[in-house]
Nanobody, 125 residues
Framework: QVQLAESGVGVAHTGDSRRLSCAGSGGSLSSYATSWFRQGPGKEREFVAGLDWTGGGAQHADSIRGRFRVFRDNANNATYLQMNRLKPDDTAVYFC??????????????????WGQGTQVTVSS
């Protein structure tokens, strides 16, 4: 089974650009739909962006569309979230998740079998 490990960001300022990485091990991400979720303080975990198992079919949440972009690099067995024009509202713990042979991008966290440990993104004004 695949294991996921997020890395990147920490603290950023409003307007900054940053990239999150999610490295896969123990399995090839090319067989998984992969998505990013985030959970802000006192909030439920919410879908951010994702790809189907082919690496296509990109979907982005309305709150980040036009600012964030999800993509995958099969050679490095990793998926990425490019975040531009960061806002304080983007402050959250960001998680990557995987669902084997996911044909479509599911937006419910319960649809995903594998999760990383999360990485903190804090955006100051």
């Amino acid at each position: 089974q695949v294991q996921l490990a997020e890395s990147g960001v920490g603290v950023a300022h409003t307007g900054d650009s940053r990239r999150l990485s999610c490295a896969g091990s123990g399995g090839s991400l090319s067989s998984y739909a992969t998505s990013w979720f985030r959970q802000g303080p006192g909030k439920e975990r919410e879908f951010v962006a994702g790809l189907d198992w082919t690496g296509g079919g990109a979907q982005h949440a309305d709150s980040i569309r036009g600012r964030f972009r999800v993509f995958r690099d099969n050679a490095n067995n990793a998926t990425y979230l490019q975040m531009n024009r960061l806002k304080p509202d983007d402050t959250a713990v960001y998680f990557c998740a995987a669902r084997k042979f996911g044909v479509i991008v599911e937006r419910l966290p319960t649809s995903y079998e594998y999760w990383g440990q999360g990485t903190q993104v804090t955006v100051s004004s």
